[in-house]
């Protein structure tokens, strides 16, 4: 089963422990390591910012540890699937209290990383499913007063307009009561690809791709003007989706 690229942030408050994690992670064509923080209050900051699908969490950090934290991100509407990654073994029945989607003990082996990697696709592919809609269905967006129905290949990219989200198609910019993570998983069926935080786009409208700087591109999506952004995080994957 196809499913759309995981957005994955890790958090540790050891330099070497992010760094181990996503030497790792690379290996995984379906992660795509979206973010770091170094500390619990920076983790919930970035995931409410970047609204990932996967969150590996260290346990034992300053001020705030990641048992607290995640029992925070449990409170969200759609909260991230959690895999702690500790030097604490003890720690593991509290974790899945916490419904944790895996335990990883440091050094991590990469066998029972591989496992849970698994594991989460599994249940991220299921949910994909349950969320896909119709291939028949339109989606519903509002312009004005009134609402329209739109073929999902009709649309070029949807964007995050400050706390709006706004699909755009040929003929007019139309504003949609799901956020840019929820219309990820609904269109993934359909060749959609989310190439920064604030943009997901119809790969069958990309045309080209321009380095831009630090490792970031723009692309040009036919029939648009505006360049779009893409993060470096993104790049590889893109290509590896869209290319023969």
Known sequence: MTIAKIRTIIVDDEKYGREELHYLL???PNIVIVGEAQSGTEAIAKVMEL????????????????????????QMKQPPYIVFATAYPQFAVDAFQLQAKGY?????????????????????????????????????????????FLDPESILYAYRDEK????QTNVAAY????????LEHRLAPYAFFRVHKSYLVNTAYISEMN???????????????EQI????????PLRKMIEL
Not at 51 to 74: H, R, T, W, Y
Not at 164 to 167: A, C, E, L
């Open 104 to 148: 990883l003990v440091k050094p991590i082996d990469e066998v029972q990383l591989a496992e849970t990697i698994s594991q989460v696709e599994n249940a991220f592919a299921i949910k994909s499913t349950q969320e896909k809609t119709n291939p028949a269905a339109k989606l519903a967006v509002d312009k004005e007063d009134t609402i329209h």
């Open 211 to 225: 380095a831009w700087f630090n490792g970031a591109y723009q692309l040009t999506l036919t029939g648009v003007s």
């Open 26 to 28: 690379q290996v995984f």
């Open 51 to 74: 609204q990932p699908d996967l969150l590996f969490l260290d346990i034992e950090m300053p001020e705030m540890n990641g048992k607290e934290v995640a029992s925070i991100i449990k």
């Open 164 to 167: 709006n989200t706004k699909v």
């Open 175 to 182: 504003e949609s009561k799901f956020t840019l993570k929820e």
């Open 229 to 236: 952004p893409v993060s470096r995080n993104y790049v590889k």
